[in-house]
T-cell receptor
Framework: GAVVSQHPSWVICKSGTSVKIECRSL??????MFWYRQFPKQSLMLMAT?????????EQGVEKDKFLINHASLTLSTLTVTSAHPEDSSFYIC????????????FGSGTRLTVV | QKEVEQNSGPLSVPEGAIASLNCTYS??????FFWYRQYSGKSPELIMF????GDKEDGRFTAQLNKASQYVSLLIRDSQPSDSATYLC??????????FGAGTRLFVKA
């Protein structure tokens, strides 16, 4: 149980275009989802917390107009990277709390974004 | 600045040995501690969590927590080549926000 499905698993896009990444909770309702970015051999860096029915909370240094987050339902959160540039190339991962969060998180399978 | 520190490794152990992974954290108010395993190119998967001082065992894995020393460790007994991965320590202070360490790469030699 507690599976988060993330799509696409990889995407290559041209510089200046936008890319949408979806995360769906398959067998539970996720009122909160977290979006992380991970560069090679580095840790997961929290980008934003998405809350169903309200605005996302962004971490310091993350441009909310560039990384658009929508959490319109209890099972779907999306991250759109707008006007992507090569420096946005990274591994993007979503996660949702297990239960009340005390038991950790379940992660989506990740999206490898390459901007050329 | 809340931090979670891990030795990046790589830590190399022979098959069948005990692998010991360590993590320190800076926020004394931290309440929950997690160990995740991440294979290359994949997303993390939860191995164990621990809240209270002492040891917590689950199969070949034992998590150890010492809040006074702000230290948490993961022991892997009878290490297998399939255990080769990066192990992430994660710490939660309050609410849902969790801080991840940079991870320790473990190699188990057959």
């Amino acid at each position: 149980g507690a599976v988060v499905s993330q799509h696409p698993s990889w995407v290559i896009c041209k510089s200046g275009t936008s890319v949408k990444i979806e995360c769906r909770s398959l067998d539970f309702q996720a009122t909160t989802m977290f979006w992380y970015r991970q560069f090679p051999k580095q840790s997961l860096m929290l980008m934003a917390t998405s809350n169903e029915g309200s605005k996302a909370t962004y971490e310091q240094g993350v441009e909310k107009d560039k990384f658009l987050i929508n959490h319109a339902s209890l099972t779907l959160s999306t991250l759109t990277v707008t006007s992507a540039h090569p420096e946005d190339s990274s591994f993007y991962i979503c996660s949702a709390p297990l239960g009340t969060g005390g038991g950790g998180y379940t992660f989506g399978s990740g999206t490898r974004l390459t901007v050329v | 600045q809340k931090e979670v520190e891990q030795n990046s490794g790589p830590l190399s152990v022979p098959e069948g040995a005990i692998a010991s992974l360590n993590c320190t954290y800076s926020d004394r108010g931290s309440q929950s501690f997690f160990w995740y395993r991440q294979y290359s190119g994949k997303s993390p998967e939860l191995i164990m969590f621990i809240y209270s001082n002492g040891d917590k065992e689950d199969g070949r894995f034992t998590a150890q927590l010492n809040k006074a020393s702000q230290y948490v460790s993961l022991l892997i007994r009878d290490s297998q080549p399939s255990d080769s991965a990066t192990y992430l320590c994660a710490v939660r202070s309050g609410g849902f926000k969790t801080i991840f360490g940079a991870g320790t790469r473990l190699f188990v030699k057959a």
